[in-house]
């Protein structure tokens, strides 16, 4: 049969092309790096947390102007025709 030795190198090279081509596949689609991948995709900090629930009002505030103001543009567009 095949020995022991072979087979963990087998494994071994399966895997760093498993690795390889879950790389490629973040690259082009996300197009970062599967080590970038992870690091982005992990959950926020404490202090993320609760820097976001301060700037909560802010931002919703912010959302609803910019959201009014493309909704105004949009008409100014048409009505112009530009």
């Known amino acids: 049969m095949f020995d022991k030795k072979i ?4 494994l071994l090279l399966v ?13 082009n689609t996300y197009d ?3 080590f970038e ?7 926020i900090t404490e202090q993320e947390r609760e820097y976001l ?3 909560k009002l802010f931002i919703t505030l ?3 102007t910019l959201l ?5 543009m949009k ?3 048409s009505t112009k025709g530009w």
């Open 75 to 77: 008409k100014m567009v």
């Open 15 to 27: 895997a760093c092309a498993f690795l390889f081509l879950a790389d490629q596949f973040t690259s």
């Open 32 to 34: 970062l790096t599967l």
């Open 68 to 72: 009014l103001l493309l909704l105004r």
């Open 53 to 55: 629930q301060k700037r």
């Open 37 to 43: 991948y992870f690091k982005y995709s992990s959950d």
């Open 62 to 64: 912010l959302t609803k």
């Open 7 to 10: 087979i963990k190198v087998m």
